[in-house]
């Protein structure tokens, strides 16, 4: 005879596994944001020298992060495009007949 396992018993078990393999550790986090901050230093850097502010100061950083939140926004307003058939009732043209 076949011993049936109950469903009810195993739940928990999954959902902490399931935990486990989502959680992100602070290290990994950090690690991760010191990289973007490389990244935002390297190609906004030389643009606010060349602005004229002193390099490593708060102005400076500010400079980075202003120049980073507006090529943000301009790539988030790239993605709005309006749909292929505007204009149009759903997918089909508008006929008045």
Same mark, same amino acid.
Request: proline share 6%; net charge positive; aromatic share 14%.
């Given at each position: @005879?076949?011993? *049936? #396992? $109950?469903?009810?018993?195993?739940?928990?078990?999954?959902?902490?596994?399931? /935990?486990?393999?989502?959680?992100?550790?602070?290290?990994?986090?950090?690690?991760? @944001?010191?990289? *973007? #901050? $490389?990244?935002?230093?390297?190609?906004?850097?030389?643009?606010?020298?060349? /602005?004229?502010?002193?390099?490593?100061?708060?102005?400076?950083?500010?400079?980075?992060?202003?120049?980073?939140?507006?090529?943000?926004?301009?790539?988030?307003?790239?993605?709005?495009?309006?749909?292929?058939?505007?204009?149009?009732?759903?997918?089909?043209?508008?006929?008045?007949?």
């Amino acid at each position: @005879m076949k011993k *049936e #396992v $109950d469903m009810r018993k195993l739940l928990p078990l999954f959902f902490i596994a399931l /935990l486990a393999g989502c959680a992100v550790t602070s290290a990994e986090r950090e690690a991760r @944001m010191q990289q *973007e #901050v $490389d990244r935002m230093t390297q190609t906004y850097g030389p643009i606010c020298d060349k /602005l004229g502010y002193k390099r490593d100061t708060d102005p400076w950083r500010d400079c980075i992060v202003k120049l980073d939140t507006k090529s943000s926004y301009e790539r988030m307003a790239n993605q709005l495009i309006m749909p292929p058939y505007f204009g149009y009732y759903g997918f089909l043209p508008y006929r008045r007949f």
